[in-house]
C-alpha cells in the first residue's frame, strides 16, 4: 500500500513540476525586463505591461516615442527563456506620417541617443523638408563633426546644417566613458543602432554580447560597409569592444 502511494506521489509531483517551473521563468523574465538599463534608463518614463506565460510575452501600454516600441521588443527577445514577443504597445498622442519632418526629426534623435560619443541630450534637432539643422552644445569640434555624421546617415535626409556651438566646458557634463550596462541592453542598443543608420539598416547582422564585448557576424556587401558596422558598433553605449566576423560577399 505504502508503495502504491508512493508511486502516486512521485507522479503527482511531477505533473505539477512544468508549471512551477515556467512560473519562476516568467517571474526571471519580467524582473530581467523589469531591472535592464534599457527599461530603467530609455523606457522609465513609459506605461509598459509585460506579461509572460511560458515564454510568450505580451507588451501592453502606452509609451512616449515610437522608437520606445521597437526598443522594448528587442529587447526582450535576448532574455533567456522568452520564446515570442507579442508587442501591443501604443504611442501616444498622433504618430508622425512617414517621411514627415517630426517623423525625421523622431529618427535623428533616436539615432544620436543611442551613442556615447555625441550628445542627443544637448543636441536641439529641427527639420524643414527634410533638410536638418543641428543647434545646442558640443563638447568639442570632433563632436560636432560626428553629430552631423550620424544625421546625415538618416535615410532621407537631405541636407544636414549644422550650428552647434563648441563649449570644451560640456566636456565634464557630458559622460564619454564606457557605462557599465547588462549584455540584454546592450545587444537591444547596438541592434538599434543599426537598423536606424542608413549605411547598415539593409545588411544582413547578427549580434551576440558577454560582458560587454559584442561579436556581429552576418553578411556585408563590402569591406567598408563591414567597417561601417564596427565602427557604429563600438560608439554604442555600454560596448567595451568588438570583434567582427561578417563575411564579405559582393552582390
Known amino acids: 500500500m505504502r508503495k502504491i502511494s508512493s508511486i502516486f506521489l512521485t507522479a503527482g509531483l511531477l505533473a505539477f513540476s512544468p508549471p512551477v517551473y515556467a512560473s519562476r521563468m516568467d517571474v526571471y523574465i519580467v524582473t530581467s525586463a523589469r531591472q535592464s538599463h534599457v527599461f530603467q534608463n530609455y523606457l522609465q518614463g513609459d506605461d509598459i505591461k509585460i506579461e509572460s506565460r511560458d515564454g510568450a510575452v505580451t507588451l501592453t501600454g502606452i509609451i512616449s516615442e515610437y522608437f520606445h516600441r521597437s526598443l522594448a521588443e528587442v529587447t526582450m527577445t535576448d532574455i533567456p527563456g522568452v520564446r515570442t514577443v507579442d508587442n501591443r504597445l501604443e504611442v501616444k498622442g498622433a504618430l508622425p506620417s512617414a517621411n514627415s519632418d517630426a517623423w525625421f526629426r523622431e529618427k535623428i534623435k533616436a ?38 555624421e550620424y544625421a546625415k546617415d538618416v535615410e532621407g535626409v537631405l541636407k544636414v546644417v549644422n550650428e552647434m556651438v563648441v563649449a570644451p566646458s560640456q566636456e565634464k557634463k557630458q559622460r564619454t566613458t564606457k557605462e557599465q550596462i547588462d549584455d540584454v541592453s546592450v ?57 567582427n566576423l561578417m563575411t564579405v560577399e559582393p552582390s
Do not use: P, W
Open 111 to 148: 539615432t544620436l541617443l543611442f551613442h556615447r560619443s555625441v550628445s542627443a541630450k544637448n543636441t536641439e534637432v529641427d527639420v524643414k523638408d527634410g533638410i536638418v539643422t543641428l543647434r545646442g552644445g558640443a563638447a568639442s569640434t570632433a563632436q560636432k563633426d560626428l553629430t552631423t
Open 187 to 243: 545587444a537591444a542598443l547596438v541592434r538599434m543602432a543599426l537598423v536606424l543608420h542608413h549605411s547598415t539598416n539593409g545588411l544582413y547582422t547578427t549580434v551576440a554580447v558577454r560582458r560587454g564585448a559584442v561579436t556581429v557576424g552576418g553578411r556585408a556587401g563590402t569591406e567598408a560597409e563591414k567597417a561601417m558596422v564596427t565602427k557604429l558598433v563600438k560608439d554604442v553605449n555600454g560596448v567595451k569592444k568588438v570583434k
